[in-house]
């Protein structure tokens, strides 16, 4: 019996189906990279934008004849979209070739959905409200050597204007210390060279015992063993001066911080009920360059947010300059249903908002290309991770974030290895062994 798993999202969506890979393991499944020879497939679904759902959604859609060709096919869907107000009927009565529905707060019941799917031979959706647990017991089956990602907590308090986090992961939920530090070590001993912490706003980690984010951080990085460090991701309402002194003190903890800003305009921020305004978010860049020089700072940002001007939007690609970002994930603001901002007039018309991204896009990249070609002609340290097929190179990322390139003769991966930069292009460096 094999299995295939389809992910959509972010880091901790990836991470999720390493836990569903370890529950199908557990069921005596094997993986099946070639989707049309698994004998379950379970779709792991986001819907942060809509893109994300009608890629899923058309997926999902294209195996109604392979199901019909193959009776015994399971189609399990899960995730965020399951989760996610009124999909489920909607997913119950336009797919009625999908046998399992699973939501964020059950995905451990996966194996029980199976036993009754098997046994009842019906359909079985399953939902539930909230999740109060925060260890699910499960042990997955890591697809990332060598890295590996632990999640120090679930769900989001924040309630962003625009954003569906907190409506399909709930509440915030944090782990405990302890269990979190002992998994850290036994990655490491493990050999796993680069971990990252997870959650969706890192910095309100709180344990069961009061512990906060740079503390765990700190307790983290103490760990022995030759590891990388890494969080994600940050919410600059509660970047604090003490978390930048733990990342100083730890040469394990990466320089480089994703703090995403979202807009440079006070009115835009204040609408996407950020909590926090330019200006802080500009004191704490200035705090991270006074304390850590060399510090890269990457981020996300929406343009197009309904009501935002060109003047606001000039004022994003102002602090973009000002920033100096070493990269940032940027996005038309993409209404979701049930959200404040879906409500809200003033939406944003699409060539408008494709204008504007395209124009946030050429500001970045120049900064993007600028930093790369600083580092032509130097020594970088990257941790090689993978082969790239395409390019017939490995690859690997410094502790900045910069992508190097290289030629080698034997396999690195796993392996810290020195280049000397050649070239750079765009984001990525191209190097040789040093
Ligand atoms: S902090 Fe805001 S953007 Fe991030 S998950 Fe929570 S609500 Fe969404």
């Known amino acids: ?37 698994a004998d379950i497939i379970v779709f792991n679904t986001c819907c942060i934008r809509e893109n ?22 399971i189609i399990a869907v899960g995730g965020c979209m399951a989760q996610e107000k009124g999909k489920a009927e909607l997913i119950r009565e336009k797919f009625p070739f999908v046998d399992i529905l699973f939501g964020t707060h059950n995905l451990n019941e996966l194996g029980e959905l199976i036993d009754r799917k098997r046994a009842q031979k019906k359909r079985v959706f399953s939902l539930r409200e909230e999740r109060e647990e925060t260890e699910d017991g499960i042990t997955p089956v890591r697809t990332g050597y060598p890295g590996a990602w632990v999640n120090i907590m679930y769900g989001c308090n924040n309630f ?60 983290c990085a103490s760990v022995e063993g030759d590891f990388r460090l890494r969080f994600m991701t940050s919410h600059p309402k509660d970047f604090s001066a003490e978390l930048v002194s733990v990342v100083k003190k730890h040469k394990k903890i990466c320089n480089c911080i994703h703090l995403p800003v979202q807009s440079g305009s006070n009115r835009i921020l204040s609408l996407m009920n950020r909590r926090y305004t330019r200006e802080k978010y500009l004191e704490e860049i200035a705090l991270l360059r006074r304390e850590i020089p060399d510090c890269a700072v990457t981020t996300d940002i929406i343009v197009g947010f309904p009501t935002e001007t060109e003047e606001e939007f000039q004022e994003t690609l102002s602090l973009v300059r000002e920033a100096g970002f070493s990269s940032a994930f940027m996005f038309i603001y993409s209404p979701r ?44 340290e990257i941790l090689c991770e993978g082969y790239d097929e395409k390019k017939g190179l490995y690859l690997g990322r410094d502790e900045y974030g910069r992508m190097g390139y290289f030629e080698s003769e034997e396999n690195p991966i796993g392996a810290y290895v020195t280049l000397r930069i050649e070239r750079a292009n765009g984001i990525s460096l191209y190097g040789t062994i040093a």
């Open 337 to 380: 249903t049930g959200t404040k901002a879906a409500a809200m007039d003033g939406q944003i018309p699409e060539e408008i908002a494709k204008d504007r991204l395209s124009r946030l896009i050429e500001a970045v990249n120049e900064q993007t290309r600028s930093i790369s070609a600083g580092y032509v002609g130097k020594a970088c």
């Open 52 to 73: 994300a759902e009608n890629h899923a959604f058309g997926n999902i859609g294209a195996l109604k004849r392979h199901k019909r060709e193959k009776k015994d096919l």
């Open 160 to 219: 962003c204007s625009y954003c569906i986090v907190p409506y399909v992961r709930g509440r915030e939920r944090s782990r405990s210390a302890d269990d979190i530090v002992r998994e850290v070590g036994e990655l490491a001993r493990e050999g796993y060279k680069e971990i990252t912490l997870l959650g969706q706003n890192v910095n309100s980690y709180r344990g069961t015992d009061g512990t906060s984010f740079p503390a765990l951080l700190d307790r």
């Open 1 to 37: 019996m094999k299995y295939h798993i389809v992910t959509y999202g972010c880091q901790m969506n990836l991470h999720e189906s390493e836990k569903i890979a370890g529950i199908l393991r557990e069921k005596g499944y094997t993986e099946e990279t070639d989707i049309d020879d």
